[in-house]
């Protein structure tokens, strides 16, 4: 019997695997004596979606950017005819005697797979996929064969680290909220992945949910609760459609509910929309969240371990810490704790997106270096660029010039740069990249996102706004640097919770990394990287102008010079820089300078 | 708000008759609420849901059932980015402004959705066609710039790419607006 898989995450269905998965539909329903289809999520290969992967006697092979055309195409000869199609569309294959090959084997060879163990191999939507593989056979262990404090020991010696961004020893963290006594406490699994540029919650939860629920039902026997709640951002559907399925399946099957395995223990959970709040990926902010409030950070102590949701003794998670739990149990701590470095054991999962060649999810061991992850995995830059920074940690994070290439992945080496490991969201830079731009750009974010409760983080943020948005409309001042550090350390120092006292880390890595370019911008009224608007010129390229005056026209100041199917020109005196030439133009004939 | 008698104010009962079978509905849910904790969001969400937006009767059903005075509800509604007082257009455009759509040119595709539809982010356009909103980022960072139309995806592009995909949703939404006139 051969096997069809479609990747159905997000990425694979905005790329168009619907349309994919129909057509094989109805080719395959044709032919079910020698065929069956079935779907997977995200493999991580996002910059080749959709893709489609054969399971023969040959082994796997999956194709790359198939369309319904080439999905029919594939089907008739790989499938009906066994002759693989064309060696370009395959970008990786795995014989049957284990051998890998294909454009882009690479990518997923250097990888080392433990929380995406199962993402684009198994049907997250069956229970059953999820068996097959090893999945419940850690929760079994815990329930039956080791006791909690063994849980929490296992948890301890395995070194696992919050994968949320602070870092945070999860065995510690657990023994806190067992060590509270309490008759009622709550498990809690934050899914409100915010950071713009991070998407590896999505894609586990969209791959993988079982592994999630597993890991918090194994929380929950450790701490000694019965009740938990995923945390999922609403913009997540596919995620959430996924874990209800995921969560029903596992009730059905008595991984859920009362006396789990024979064991006398009982646990239940419930989904929890989130309703758009980036603070709310702070956990009190979560809890008043879940409880139906604002979502506002509260003072701490009492810490979540002690008085958290409703009051009472909770352990707050992550989505990729709880999937690493299961691997840990079922294969021991000192399997773990020999994958990454001694003080960041493990692996994680990166988001690689910008101006990287092959955007996607990568995980690799702790330590691997920012080189290896943009250069092996990543492909390098898109069209021939040059690397200029990474930015890691989303708007908690910093710019990581080019420079620091070398530095290590783990959670001593990034700080040291003044970036924060965050979350895995990797945004690779080019050249036409503003540092000044990218600073405003988060600061945007953090302003809007601040909930208002301390002055410094909804007042001094605004400020720092107004600051760069001078320093970017070339009003900017020599006295704004100084003011943009002074205003960065007093909101680190009076700001409540993790979003006011990593809001100014964008701007003074940038600073510290890119102060050339900011004295560009306030001096000399230039951005080198020509992307600030007010500080560029327009120019039309003669060799891709057709002069079909769609410019001409669209400009509002009749700055554009020029006679139909003739090259048009700009006039740099009466242009204001309003940038509609550039909207207006078929051709991306129009660029900034 | 004074608290109101259990269950549920009798204007809405006429409308739980009618929608009890369809499952969790905003109606049902305000049905079922059992005073339970934590609630109000999840009511908010299927009030959206039902309505397109939050309309104002909405929050005082909520408020009767639940008995949260009306102005926390609007402080909850105001506080969360998803919920909106304003009905929406038929076509709800959503731009990605995430960092790997900044970095790959999401600017000039904002401007261009400006441009094109004659509104400017957060509002919707006169003819109720289209609502326009920035999102922080929609999760498909590899196919940036990227902009989400309803449920519909459509990712790499230009300029002048998403005109032709905008032209063509006004298009249908003219088409289906003619098709609801020629009925009545």
């Not at chain 1, 991070?198 to 929950?220: N, Q, Y």
């Not at chain 2, 904790?37 to 969400?45: A, N, R, S, T, Y």
């Not at chain 2, 970095?103 to 094109?116: L, R």
Request: aromatic content about 8%; overall charge negative; hydrophobic content about 35%.
């Amino acid at each position: 019997m051969k096997k069809i898989i479609v990747g159905m995450g997000t990425c694979g269905l905005s790329a168009g695997a619907q349309p994919v998965y129909d057509k094989l539909k109805e080719l395959s329903e044709a032919h079910s004596e020698i065929c069956e289809l079935d779907i997977t999520g995200c493999i991580g290969m996002c910059f080749r979606e959709p893709l489609v992967e054969i399971q023969d006697e040959s082994g796997r092979t999956i194709y790359g950017d198939v369309s319904s055309e080439l999905a029919e195409e594939i089907f008739n000869e790989h499938v009906l005819s066994g002759k693989k199609v064309d060696d370009e569309r395959i970008i990786f294959s795995v014989a049957s005697d284990g051998s890998t090959s294909g454009s882009e084997a690479t990518f997923l060879d250097l990888q080392e797979r433990i929380v995406l163990r199962n993402c684009g191999i198994i049907n997250p939507e069956s229970i059953e996929d999820y068996e097959e593989i090893g999945g419940y056979q850690g929760l079994k262990k815990a329930l039956t064969e080791i006791t909690p404090e063994e849980i929490i020991q296992t948890m301890k010696d395995s070194g696992l680290r919050g994968r949320g961004g602070a870092g945070f020893p999860t065995g510690l963290k657990w023994s806190f909220a067992a060590a509270n006594k309490g008759d009622t406490k709550y498990v809690v699994c934050n899914a409100d992945e915010g950071d713009p540029g991070a998407f590896m919650d999505r894609s586990v939860l969209e791959g993988d949910p079982h592994a999630v629920i597993e890991g918090m039902i194994i929380c929950g026997k450790a701490i000694g609760a019965s009740f938990g709640y995923i945390y999922c951002r609403a913009e997540y559907p596919l995620a959430i459609a996924r874990l209800e399925k995921a969560i029903t399946a596992a009730k059905k099957k008595g991984y859920l509910g009362e006396n789990i395995f024979g064991s006398g223990f009982t646990f239940n959970m419930k989904i929890k929309q989130g309703a758009g709040a980036f603070v709310c990926g702070e956990e009190t902010a979560l809890f008043a969240s879940i409880e139906g409030e604002r979502g506002m950070p509260r003072i701490r102590p009492p810490f979540p371990a002690e008085k958290g949701l409703w009051q009472k003794p909770t352990n707050n998670n992550n989505v990729e810490t709880f999937a690493n739990v299961p691997w840990i149990i079922a294969n021991g701590a000192k399997a773990y704790s020999s994958i990454g470095t001694p003080k960041s054991p493990g692996t994680k999962v990166f988001a690689l997106a910008g101006k990287v060649a092959k955007g996607g999810l990568a995980e690799v061991p702790m330590g691997t270096t920012i080189e290896q992850l943009v250069f092996n995995i990543g492909g390098g830059i898109k069209e021939g660029g040059e690397f200029k920074a990474v930015q890691m940690g989303g708007p908690s994070g910093g710019c990581i010039p080019a420079s620091l290439k070398h530095t290590p992945v783990d959670f001593e080496s990034i700080p040291t740069t003044g970036a924060i490991m965050g979350s895995g969201g990797m945004v690779v830079m080019d050249q036409g990249t503003c540092m000044v731009g990218i600073a405003r750009f988060f600061l945007d974010f953090t302003q809007s996102e601040s909930c208002g409760k301390c002055t410094f983080c909804r007042i001094g943020t605004l400020r720092m706004l107004e600051i760069l948005d001078r320093i970017t409309r070339g009003e900017g001042v020599s006295e704004d640097i100084p003011k943009l550090e002074k205003l960065s350390i007093q909101i680190k120092e009076a700001s409540l919770c993790g979003l006011g006292q990593t809001a100014p880390n964008p701007v003074q890595t940038t600073i510290r990394y890119y102060l050339d370019e900011y004295k560009a911008h306030i001096e000399d009224k230039k951005c080198p990287a020509g992307e600030c608007e007010a500080l560029v010129d327009f120019v039309i390229i003669p060799e891709k102008c057709v002069g079909c005056t769609l410019c001409a026209r669209a400009c509002p100041v009749d700055a554009i010079a020029g006679k139909v199917k003739e090259v048009h020109v700009i006039d740099q005196e009466k242009c204001v820089k309003c940038g509609k030439c550039i909207t207006s133009c078929n051709f991306g004939a129009v660029v900034k300078r | 708000m004074e608290k109101s008698p259990p269950g549920v104010p009798v204007v809405i009962m006429k409308g739980v008759m009618k929608t009890a079978a369809k499952k969790e509905s905003f109606n049902y849910r305000l049905w079922k609420y059992d005073g339970a904790p934590g609630e109000l969001i999840p009511l908010l969400q299927s009030a959206q849901e039902h309505f397109g937006y939050i309309p104002r009767r909405a929050i005082t059903y909520i408020s009767g059932v639940t008995a949260i005075p009306e102005s926390d509800i609007f402080g909850v509604i105001t506080f969360y980015s998803q919920f909106r007082l304003q009905p929406m257009g038929k076509f709800v455009v959503r731009a990605c402004a995430g960092t790997a759509c900044h970095v790959s040119g999401a600017k000039a595709i904002i401007d261009t959705i400006e441009d094109e539809l004659e509104v400017e982010v957060g509002d919707t356009s006169e003819d109720g066609l289209f609502t326009f909103l920035t999102v922080a980022c929609i999760g498909c960072c590899s196919l940036a710039p990227v902009i989400m139309v309803n449920d519909d995806t459509h990712g790499r592009l230009t300029p002048a790419s998403l005109r032709k995909i905008l032209k063509e949703y006004r298009r249908k939404g003219k088409k289906i607006a003619e098709s609801a006139v020629g009925a009545s």
